[in-house]
């Protein structure tokens, strides 16, 4: 993979808004407003049998209440599970967890990302709630070798 210097990001963005004013006048299915944003987040997956503990850097594109679209060098899996935190001059001012819901390669080397806000599997747990039960009805895609466990809460502290 090539790496890209952000500014070569932050083009790329503001081409892709070029795409998003011709295609915003023609309504689409979305239930909210989505509200452009410059900044920059890492991804950390929430599956723990990920090989790369390595943050995946992304510039974001967009937010809404339901989710946040974003660019990646990296093409992500759909169904995929992820913490996003969000990041000022190096320190993490936020995180939220998501589900991929969209992946597409728009340049060599960099994929728009479209994701969805979910409940954190922690919490998930710390309700009662299975969260593989929960991927498994949520997701659209589970590949069968990987492992789908999640860390106990007691774990987590």
Same mark, same amino acid.
């Given at each position: 993979?090539?790496?890209?210097?952000?500014?070569?990001?932050?083009?790329? %963005?503001?081409?892709?808004?070029? #795409?998003?004013?011709?295609?915003?006048?023609?309504?689409?299915?979305?239930?909210?407003?989505?509200?452009?944003?410059?900044?920059?987040?890492? %991804?950390?997956?929430?599956?723990?049998?990920?090989?790369?503990? &390595?943050?995946?850097?992304?510039?974001?594109?967009?937010? @809404?209440?339901?989710?946040?679209?974003?660019?990646?060098?990296?093409?992500?899996? %759909?169904?995929?599970?992820?913490?996003?935190? /969000?990041?000022?001059?190096?320190?993490? #001012?936020?995180?939220?967890?998501?589900? #991929?819901?969209?992946?597409?390669? #728009?340049?060599?080397?960099?994929?728009?990302?479209?994701?969805? /806000?979910?409940?954190?599997?922690?919490?998930? &747990?710390? %309700? @009662?709630?299975?969260?593989?039960?929960?991927?498994?009805?949520?997701?659209?895609?589970?590949?069968?070798?990987?492992?789908?466990?999640?860390?106990?809460?007691?774990?987590?502290?």
């Amino acid at each position: 993979m090539s790496e890209r210097s952000p500014e070569e990001l932050l083009e790329e %963005l503001n081409r892709l808004e070029h #795409v998003r004013i011709a295609h915003d006048e023609n309504p689409c299915n979305r239930h909210f407003d989505r509200h452009i944003v410059r900044g920059e987040a890492e %991804l950390h997956p929430m599956n723990r049998s990920k090989l790369d503990p &390595t943050p995946i850097e992304v510039q974001l594109r967009d937010v @809404g209440r339901g989710g946040l679209g974003f660019i990646s060098q990296d093409s992500l899996p %759909l169904g995929s599970t992820w913490r996003i935190c /969000f990041t000022k001059r190096g320190f993490v #001012v936020g995180q939220q967890a998501i589900i #991929v819901k969209y992946s597409h390669q #728009v340049s060599t080397g960099v994929y728009l990302i479209g994701s969805q /806000f979910i409940i954190d599997t922690g919490l998930l &747990t710390l %309700l @009662g709630v299975n969260p593989a039960a929960i991927d498994k009805e949520d997701s659209e895609i589970i590949e069968a070798n990987e492992d789908v466990s999640f860390l106990p809460p007691a774990d987590v502290a």
